[in-house]
Nanobody, 119 residues
Framework: QVQLVESGGGLVQPGGSLRLSCAAS????????MGWYRQAPGKQRDLVAT???????NYVDSVKGRFTISRDNAKNTVHLQMNSLKPEDTAVYYC?????????????WGQGTQVTVSS
């Protein structure tokens, strides 16, 4: 059994910063890719950023230069540092990871954390 637990969401004013964290736990053999997605009300869930086990990163154009994804392989965690936040960044943010256990490689999701950018 594998779990992803997010933390760090909240309410912030435009221009502010938040740091999201996601910790993976359970019968983990290895974690391949990790990433963050977001879903605004009435919209589909979209990719925000991903990071490979080797540290290669990818960002959606709308967050480049403002968001930074990082991971701690020893602690099975991934973080998303969000700076210069805009109202359009408001969404539920979901952690995602490709994880191998002893029996399979599967795609896992966290429960989501709300980020609200508003004055």
């Amino acid at each position: 059994q594998v779990q992803l637990v997010e933390s760090g969401g909240g309410l912030v004013q435009p221009g502010g910063s938040l740091r999201l964290s996601c910790a993976a736990s359970g019968s983990i053999v290895s974690i391949h890719f990790m990433g963050w997605y977001r879903q605004a009300p009435g919209k589909q869930r979209d990719l925000v950023a991903t990071i490979t086990s080797g540290g290669s990163t990818n960002y959606v154009d709308s967050v480049k230069g403002r968001f930074t994804i990082s991971r701690d392989n020893a602690k099975n965690t991934v973080h998303l540092q969000m700076n210069s936040l805009k109202p359009e960044d408001t969404a539920v943010y979901y952690c995602n990871a490709g994880i191998s256990t002893r029996t399979r490689l599967s795609d896992y999701w966290g429960q989501g954390t709300q980020v609200t950018v508003s004055s």
